[in-house]
């Protein structure tokens, strides 16, 4: 572990940034969070008030933080997909190193620009595939690497995004129109699996790339007679309906719900607060007519160097939230669900009856899976961790996502929506 604290600054104040940051609290002689730069003026307050940071050393913008001399070692970056890349570069320039939250960057073009100035400035600029770092996920690489499935043949990994989530994030909120975050719903919310696949790959970069997808059910015509435009305006149907917001933001209490009201700075509404919130904002809306222009489900093929080839399915609104993964080897196949954080590993045994050897491993991992609260399954304060002692210059684990780890897997998912868009399959050259 390093000798004295790292020093971070935040840049983007908001649910992942925050998040990460609080490593300071817990391990205040490993991290120590020196600065702030935030448009939000409520949510700066509250960076200054947790971490006690001075008046002098509070910033509205990246720009204006990287304008004045360095003063951290790090830049922990929590903004908006669409800031990722124009906040981390001056920050790189400045001499800081950077863990940026995923997907870092919205097209190729940005992708490689982030590329080039992480290399041009020598920084360690870390991405937050925080998967990577949870137990489960690990757990599989690591027999992965050891070679316990042999030659990896092919990799299926699946992803259901929950009902509630879909709607409060990808048809009513910040994500459910391409220009308005600039990411690709499967680059929003898929980015995490398309590296997985990318990570039991290892040193095999992908070469082509197919992919079919669209929306078939957040759209006008799939409405229900009654549906109105907004849940507790004009609905008819709300009382019924599985996705009203007063179910899910008022009625409940929902981590999703909690995410809403920070989204619109008022984290604590009162209930008549809430009704009137609901009233106005986006995640008021019908999820039939919210304006959705993204795709709700999206299948992706992909072909390896070596031959070998992986799928990732992401469908959206399901009952419940799961991310599988199953890894098949030459030697035997790794099956598991994150969510029951538990997988099986099957080898060929021709003394068994049923022709193969079977060990279930159960982790045991509870609380927050999907990052409502800053969870993700065991990962987001492992991840921090690693990028503690990544930045005091101990050698990375097999979990660390730098930004050249990073790129085969941002690459496939953009490649992917051309395949999709112009309906063929897309060749893909990891090298600009």
Partial sequence: MPKRPVTAVIVGAGSR????????????????????????????????DRFAIPPNRLFASAGELAARPQMADAAINGTMDMHHVDTAVPLLAAGYHVLLEKPFATSEQDMWRLIHASRKHDRKLMICHVLRYAPFYRAIKERVADGQIGDIVNVQTNEHIGYIHMAMAFVRGQ??????????????????????????????SPAAVSSFGSTIQFRPDKAPPG?????????????DCIYSARKHYIDREDPWGEYVWRTLDNP????????????????????????????????????????????????????????????????GEIYGVFEDSAFTVRRPDP????????????????????????????????????????????????????????????LTGFRADQAMRERRVVTLQAQE
């Fill in 17 to 48: 940034g925050m998040g990460y940051s609080a490593y300071a609290l817990a391990r205040p002689d490993e991290l120590q969070i020196v600065a702030v730069a935030e448009p939000s003026d409520r949510r700066r307050k509250i960076a200054a």
């Fill in 175 to 204: 994500w459910h129109r391409r220009a308005q975050t600039g990411s690709a719903l499967l680059m929003a919310k898929c980015c995490h699996d398309l590296d997985l696949i990318m990570w039991m790959k290892s040193g095999v």
């Fill in 227 to 239: 549906a109105g435009t907004r849940c507790i305006v004009d609905c008819q149907i709300e009382p």
């Fill in 268 to 331: 604590n509404p009162t209930p008549e607060e809430r009704v009137e919130l609901l009233k106005t904002s986006i995640f008021g809306r019908c999820v039939w007519r919210a304006g959705k222009d993204t795709v709700d489900h999206q299948s992706v093929a992909i072909e390896f160097e070596d031959g070998a080839t992986a799928s990732h399915n992401m469908v959206g609104g399901m009952a419940r939230a799961l991310r599988t993964i199953h890894v098949l080897g030459t030697h």
């Fill in 351 to 410: 003394s068994q009856p049923t022709g193969y050897s079977e060990e279930t491993v159960n982790l045991n991992v509870t609380g927050d899976m999907h990052g409502a609260r800053g969870g993700h399954g065991g990962g987001d304060q492992r991840l921090v961790a690693d990028f503690v002692r990544f930045v005091s210059g101990e050698p990375p684990s097999i979990s660390c996502t730098t930004i050249e780890d990073s790129i085969s897997g941002h």
